[in-house]
Nanobody, 112 residues
Framework: AQFVESGGGLVQPGGSLRLSCVAS????????VTWYRQAPGKQREFVAS???????NYLDSVKGRFTVSRDNVKSTVYLQMNNLKPEDTAVYYC???????WGQGTQVTVSS
């Protein structure tokens, strides 16, 4: 599977970004698509996931600020990130189980 993440950038605390994850339709329409992030010097951690039925799950620290959604026609999964904090700074990746294939990720930097 191939994943292409985009939408990252530099934003001030309190700002917003929308990340996109594009993969083949056979992947995004069938599997639980999951967003992970990896900050410098830290292990990759779960951020959010969405099933093909639209059920979403979130890391506690992003609940109420991040929203994951999917557009099956476009084979795209989105991560809307609001009220960003410096601790959200990381490279964000998307993947599906068994999480053996990863894209290049997209860098999110939250800084004033």
């Amino acid at each position: 599977a191939q994943f292409v993440e985009s939408g990252g950038g530099l934003v001030q605390p309190g700002g917003s970004l929308r990340l996109s994850c594009v993969a083949s339709k056979s992947i995004t329409n069938r599997y639980v698509v999951t967003w992970y992030r990896q900050a410098p010097g830290k292990q990759r951690e779960f951020v959010a996931s969405i099933t093909n039925g639209g059920y979403a799950n979130y890391l506690d620290s992003v609940k109420g600020r991040f929203t994951v959604s999917r557009d099956n026609v476009k084979s795209t999964v989105y991560l809307q990130m609001n009220n960003l904090k410096p601790e959200d700074t990381a490279v964000y990746y998307c993947s599906v189980p068994p999480f053996t294939d990863w894209g290049q990720g997209t860098q999110v930097t939250v800084s004033s």
